[in-house]
């Protein structure tokens, strides 16, 4: 239906008026507001005869990506976003460096991803091809390498085929995050510009290095990349990595499916990743079909009784004679029995350390089938891809996102914006505040039609009591 912005009413009578409110664009920082007499230069594209930079070609301010694109004219249901625009990212026809001056430095935090050794490469490719500039490094170890290790020059012969390898050839660590040594040594190593590659936590302590920045007033932009194969980051569409990590996990869920399918009895279990979202299992799931029931950390659920999880797969096994179970990592940690001591321990990244809901689970299945059929066969594989996952090349889509995710932060720090993270928003690359990605979250929402559907193709209980 189409609906004319200058009438109030839609052709069913429906008012619009209220609905069309003003959208808010979200203003990004940039060097200028703190830094004084930053001279700009014309963008280097210009002399690049691979581009036509002719009128179109640059983005101009006026250019935005809106977080929210689908809207019910009824009134009835509110938007789950606000109403905000967000500038679009790509090449500005002025830029605030001077490409034989740029200082780079990229660094990856946390956690492996497929598609880790893609950003590096094509953010190296991308500063030394489109812009000229010929002083790029790597820093080691995550971010204690800043004050840590000395830095690692880069160039494209270098990282020529770094996106063929899995992991971070750079290495990476969790903790370390000591900000008055990271940016002493930002500042002593003169880098103008900080890339940094890492989930939620590693965009926490990014904001952290910014704002020091931003107060020391140092001439230094920042710009976050994020990066979880958990694909926990909100605000963006997706991750990177999180794709490749799907196709993986199908593998899993195959095997599982063979090893049930060939036993008497035989149940599947696969644990995948994710800590507090359950996108994996949720996409790998529908993705898959062989799967009988999904559990991710946003559903509760329980074992024994009427509607629970031991009933649901006893029914099944007298249907079919096997059954296909993967469990999210995050899933049921509530119901894990721990001691005190387990219930206090944190990882490095200051994290609660979860227990293996796989391993519970398979124990918990073995005693509940030696006790209501002791006398029938039954057999548990249990299956834990977690590594193979994460250390993987990224496929084909991934490393096309790969690429634009790092031409597109390029673009952004050399336009002298800083504190921010680039990221697709509804199909476009968009550049958003830092501080916005950092606390955004992304769980699964189980009143939509993509949990609706995972239920109805696993036939699954929803878990709710009596």
Not at 20 to 33: A, C, N, R, S, V
Not at 66 to 79: C, E, K, P, V, W
Not at 418 to 436: H, K, M, Q, R, S
């Amino acid at each position: 239906m189409a609906v004319s912005l200058k009438d109030s009413t839609t052709d069913s009578g429906v008012d619009t008026t209220s609905l069309f409110k003003p959208i808010h664009l979200k203003q990004l920082p940039h060097l200028t507001q703190y830094i004084s007499n930053i001279q700009t230069h014309p963008n280097p594209l210009d002399h690049d005869p691979n581009f036509h930079t002719d009128q179109g070609f640059y983005v101009s301010q006026s250019d935005v990506v809106l977080r929210q694109i689908a809207y019910d004219l009824s009134g009835t249901f509110t938007t789950p976003f606000p109403l905000c625009a967000y500038h679009r990212a790509g090449p500005r026809n002025q830029v605030f460096f001077q490409p034989s001056e740029v200082r780079a430095a990229i660094v990856t935090c946390g956690g492996l991803c497929p598609g880790l050794n893609t950003v590096i490469r094509e953010l190296v490719v991308g500063l030394w091809d489109l812009y000229g500039v010929r002083q790029i490094f790597g820093i080691s170890a995550g971010y204690r390498g800043f004050y840590w290790r000395e830095p690692v020059e880069l160039n494209p012969k270098l990282v020529d085929d770094w996106h063929k390898r899995g992991g971070t050839v750079l290495e990476t660590s969790r903790g370390g995050f000591d900000l008055n040594k990271i940016v002493d040594a930002i500042e002593n190593r003169r880098f103008n510009q900080v890339y940094i590659i890492g989930g939620d936590g590693t965009m926490r302590g990014a904001v952290k290095i910014f704002d020091e920045i931003r107060h020391r007033k140092l001439n230094v932009a920042v710009v976050g990349i994020p990066k979880t194969v958990d694909n926990d980051v909100g605000i963006i569409d997706r991750s990177f990595g999180f794709q490749t990590a799907v196709e993986m996990a199908q593998q899993a869920i195959s095997a599982a499916h063979v090893e049930a399918v060939s036993a008497v009895n035989g149940i599947g279990l696969v644990k995948l990743m994710g800590r507090s979202t359950g996108h994996i299992a949720l996409y790998a799931t529908l993705s898959s079909r062989d799967v009988d029931c999904c559990l991710i950390p946003e559903i509760d659920f329980f074992l024994e009784g009427k509607g629970g999880l031991f009933e649901f797969l006893d029914k099944r096994l007298k249907e079919n004679g096997h059954a296909v179970l993967v469990v999210a990592e995050g899933a049921g940690q509530d119901i894990i029995p721990r001691t005190d001591l387990q219930k206090q321990e944190k990882d490095e990244s200051g994290n609660p350390v979860f227990l293996d809901v796989g391993v519970w689970l398979k124990s918990e299945l073995n005693k509940w089938w030696a006790r209501e059929h002791p006398d029938e066969l039954f057999t548990v594989k249990y299956i834990d891809p977690t590594y193979m996952i994460r250390a993987v090349a990224a496929n084909a889509t991934d490393n096309l996102y790969c690429t634009l995710l790092a031409h597109s932060a390029i673009h952004g720090i050399m336009a002298g914006y800083t504190g921010f993270v680039a990221g697709l928003i509804n199909g476009n690359y968009a550049y958003i505040p830092l501080e916005d990605v950092a606390s955004a979250k992304n769980p699964v929402n189980t009143k939509d039609h993509k949990w609706s559907w995972v239920r109805s193709v696993t036939n699954q209980p929803d878990f709710v009591r009596s």
